[in-house]
């Protein structure tokens, strides 16, 4: 508490005047003849209590009345932030923090929020004093540092602009704290542009926050909030592509879904593919072609949900994007881009005993039907080899091997698919009635594949064991997470498989049967991963069947089939899109290495860029622009044209605000004042800086203790 | 109101000086507000015949006379009794307060004492007058002729409140004094210990005397009405207490009901008549009690 007159606080002094008045100067009462003193004496004690009782009332109201009086007078004012004391006009070391996520985009009253946040800033700082330092952060990463002048700093607020790649506000301010508590100056503010939006203030940001502004105790804090209270906004969610790598011709799917927020009626969504346009003049320039369109009508708070469909894609990389029709509040999550590659199907080698192409029927038409092989749109091309001819196979042309039913194979055999799998391929082993002698299978080449030692064949033949996938989140069950429960894997039940006794090191359950023992088990080797399947789908139904996972209605089956073996040849390994900020790594072929690369923006701006040859990747680190990105060598012939996409992240453009009462959680017990308008930050910076002047309220103070006692004197001394 | 009856208003008999016509006024007042004789019907014997004029009770009409002359005739009574009434008046300081500087407790008794003397005398009743105050100071014997009237008078004319009071004691000592069974009036305050006071009102009870006890307390100490902070003092013994009047009245009314609900109680067991006054309440209150409880006996 401080005050504006210090010295008239000694006026307290005059409180002992009623002390002596009531001591020295007590009014004499009426003396009255009364001869019936004998009722009045039985009494008198009682109220004699009640008449001192009173007396002492009216003493401490009248001290109280000139102790606050004098209080009053010496105008103390409360600062809520303990805080240096001094002139007004001191120079202050002020941080302006501001959020500059694409959400500061949004338009209300024709300005972007971001727009507004500056105009207040500028405002701001033509009242800070001179001789302030001032420093300006946004959302972009990076250290905090002071301005030159204030001149500076006005010049870095006019010049700040969204940033997709933006961090939370509680991680700025937290860096604002740091830089506070290193000023000299006595005087510290903080002053935050936010537009309270949940995304941008994570909750879980708040204890390090709090640890933070805990360093800089004596910083005032004010929020100043140039958010719009009901936003009406359409967004896009993310896209969900059926894979970024595709088989040609392989229909690509893409889903999304469209939110609304304080909007209804329809709205149209667009999909657009990037072609080349023969009629450029540049080559390879690229037109976008409208590849679908779909009306949906929402109401304000709903989402629906959306899908699209592309189809005869040719080989090569393909990128496009998804809009949204019309315009709306905020122009950055109406637009979502995607990169798909196709590629030609992926060649599988499925090798079993002879006659191989019995054993390897019901897998080979699970991957790769008739009809389709037929008319070229098989995801696989699969060959069948039998078990014996591995030695001298070639294994290099093929994405994945797979083992039905082996028989002992040689150490060398065994070596040399481990060898495989380690250089970045994949290998599924069906595991069923050749597995004899066990001896074989549990010795060093057989296990450096294998996903454990077996231990021994077991029986189910009430047929209750059955397929029981518990976590979809594996990319080759991920198919079924639509379907969760809704799958009859009953219908499929497995009578006999091999028990594992350990699971080899690094190996886990990707799904289990209903027992809880293992059934599909991963191992990583090297580069490349092995599946080991510890019951067979090559047995002919007719021969006392290990399992009915391929007959019937067997499309479970089918799906996991070619989940499993899109899983293995790597199609959704490579990342071709990603969200504004991240680095982007794009796999080279090592043959085939340029020495440089052209990298062409959204924007269209050119950049080369040089690979990391030892790793055979390219490495983009300048991510920032949301849009498609291209990178090109060599020539449009021979040469490489591939590209990716960079989005924002969803969470970077949602508009649902804090309310001021869940923001106080953020600061825990540190004091913040929230501010609209230019007036309110006034009066919030006047008040934090001088503190609250109590004169208003003392002095009510005093009259009502004033009022009070000139109601009881009144009642306790009425003239007889 | 008429003119007659406004003397039962303390305030109006107040300004008549002299005690005769005081009694006189405060009597004829009285009688006048009420409807029948209040002499007819108890210790009287007949003595002459006169003609019936309405008004007159229908029982007294002589039906022989009747009978024999056909005319309504009534009967006429004439006092004969020999009830020998006292007055016995406390004249201690206390019965000479007055808050209202008008009329003492004091001056409404001797009002009440002559207006129940006038009337008793003029019944023809013997009437004598006691004075105490801690003992009998004064007393004139009882006698009914028109001459008593004027010696009470002017004897209660000289009186000064003054000195302490033993009510009990002066009691005992009427009682002890007393030879035949009479009418004994006492016109008290009654401030002081009540316990002796009772036993010495069964005292004169149990001697066979009628009692009438008018308890005559000032305006002010039956109501009470001071405000603000007062010392009050007692006038026989000087002892003061300080207090907030607003805020002690209801605490002082609930005690002196208390106090005379307890006489009326103690009276009501002993036979005792008790009429509770004050000096602003007016005359005929009083001597409605002591003719309510006159005729309840005879």
Redesign the interface.
Known sequence: MTFVNPLLLAGAGLVVIPLVLHLVMRRRPRLVEFPALRFVRLRHETNQRQLRLRHLLLLLLRMLAIVLAALALARPSLRLSAGPIGSQRAPVAAALVFDTSPRMEYRHENRTRLEAAQELALWLLAQLPPESQVAVLDSRRGPAAFQVDLGAARHRIERLETTADAQPIPHVLAEAARLLAGSELARKEMYVFTDLARAAWPIDAAGRLQERLNEAPDAGLYLIDVGVAQPANLALGELRLSGQIVSSRSTLRIETELISIGMGDKHTVELYVLEPDPAAKVPGARRPEKRGEQTVSLTPGQSRSLEFRVSNLNQGTHQGYVQILGQDGLGADDRRYFTVEVKPAWRILIAAPKPENTYAVFLREALAPESFRRSGLARFACDVAPLDDLPQKDLAPYAAVCLLDPKPLEPLVWQKLADYVAEGHGLAVWLGRNAEPVKTFNEPPAQDVLAGKLLRQARSPEGKLTLAPENLEHPALVAFRGLAGGVPWSRHPVYRYWQLDALAEGAHVIAPFNDAGPAIVERPLGRGRAITVTTPVSDDPNRDPWNLLPIGEAWPFVILANEMMAYLVGSGSEELNYRAGQTVALELPADRIAPSYLLTGPDGTQARIAPDVKQHRLMITSTELPGNYRVQAGGPEEGVDRGFSVNLAPEQTRLERWSDQELAQFFGTYPFRLARSKEQIELNVHTGRVGRELFGVLILAVAAVLGLEHVLANRFYKKG | MSTVEKYLKPEVIRQIKRLDLRAQFIVKGFLHGLHASPFHGFSVEFSEHRKYTPGDDPKDIDWLIYAKTDKYYVKKYEAETNITGYLAMDIS??MG?T?RQDMTKFDYTICLAAALCYLMISQQDPVGLLVFDEKIRKSLPPKSRRGQLATVLSVLANLKPTGKTDVAASLTQIAAMLRHASLVMIFS?L?AEPEPIVQALHRLRHRGHDVILFHV??E??ARFP????????????G??????????RH??LA??EA?REMYRRECFQAGIDYVPLDTSMQFDKALAGYLAGRKARY
């Open positions: 300081r206390s307060y808050h305050d401030l307390l000032d002010a100490e001071f405000e603000g902070m007062v010392e009050l003092e007692e006038p026989e013994s002892e003061r207490l300080t207090l907030d009047a607003d805020n002690f605490d002082y005690e002196i106090f």
